[in-house]
């Protein structure tokens, strides 16, 4: 069984997405939960987890009242709010706050480098840690620095780092390694094996993915890795199938227990602690049982 990590669902014409510019026209529409199904179809994937786009909270309740195969939601709260506790609380208590399973801000649309290390944010995140609740990064070589404070800052949370720390792939990127060894060194991060196909450009299939795949994966072990596709920001490189195809292919050289903790195990732990979904509602290939 696979676990999808990260992926999205949203629709421009209920709230603005200021980063969909025309560069990314082509998913500038609609994505709801039918379209994941019919995506994720012949995948194996029969859980995901649903992250936020948008600092709004509106889409946060949103995501929350979407069905399976959505178990878990990543959603969006301001952590700079004096009441972000309450704020916590009263998603948690309202509708479908019980698949809320962690929080996310896109500090790499901050202008502030540094917003991650702001004693506002740091207080906000510790409220997310003492509600029980994941904080997943999503930080460039920029955010490097204030993530790391973050980190250590908040030594009893537990983070999820997105995209493996957005790897300039196609450049190269002689930082990366440095970069991903620091976070790695924290044992209270996980490193999401997701977004890779499209930061490597758009002639990706010359770039190295299958190599930064296998990297985070050596660094942070297969019990602090797990699988997300980023659909459909991965559609502007390649198909849902390919990219699950793709990063199981990268990680053939584990052993199944080890693959199956990319791929599920450590999804599970992180973000679901045991929660379980209907066998009717599975995403089945056409012809499984």
């Known amino acids: 069984m696979i676990i ?5 669902l949203w629709d421009p014409a209920d709230r603005p997405y200021p980063w969909m510019d025309d560069s990314v026209s ?15 179809r012949s995948t194996g994937v029969a859980r995901t987890i649903v992250v936020q786009a948008v600092h ?8 929350l009242e979407q069905p399976e195969p959505v178990t878990g939601v990543v959603g969006w709260v301001d ?14 208590a309202g509708p479908g706050g019980t698949r809320l399973v962690g929080i996310r801000h896109q500090a790499q649309d901050e202008p502030d480098p540094d917003w991650l290390a702001r004693p506002e944010v740091v207080r906000g995140v510790r409220a ?19 993530a790391l404070a973050l980190l250590d800052a908040v030594p009893g949370g537990s983070f ?9 792939i196609a ?6 390694p440095g970069r991903i060894d620091d976070f790695a060194a924290r ?20 770039q190295p993915v299958d190599r930064f795949v296998r990297a985070v994966v050596e660094r942070f072990g297969p019990e602090r890795s797990l699988f997300g596709s980023d659909w459909p920001v991965s559609t502007l490189a390649t198909t849902y199938d390919d990219v699950v195809r793709r990063t199981t292919g990268a990680l053939a050289g584990l052993t199944p227990d080890e693959r199956q903790a990319v791929l599920g195990g450590t999804a599970e732990r992180t973000y679901l602690h045991g929660r379980t979904l209907s066998a009717e509602s599975l995403v089945r290939a056409p012809g499984q049982t």
Do not use: M, Q, Y
């Open 79 to 92: 952590l700079t709010a004096p009441d972000v506790s309450d704020r916590i609380a009263a998603v948690l």
């Open 26 to 40: 082509p998913i500038r529409r609609r994505f709801d939960v039918d379209d994941l199904r019919s995506a994720a």
């Open 160 to 168: 999820v780092l997105d995209h493996a720390g957005k790897p300039d």
């Open 128 to 146: 997310v840690s003492a509600a029980g609740l994941v904080v997943d990064v999503l930080v460039r070589a920029r955010e490097h620095r204030a």
């Open 4 to 8: 999808d990590a990260h992926h999205h």
């Open 56 to 63: 709004d909270p509106g889409e946060t309740t949103w995501l």
């Open 171 to 176: 450049g190269g990127d002689a930082g990366w």
């Open 187 to 206: 044992p209270n991060v996980v490193c999401k094996v997701s977004g890779l196909f499209t930061e490597a450009g758009p002639d990706w299939r010359r």
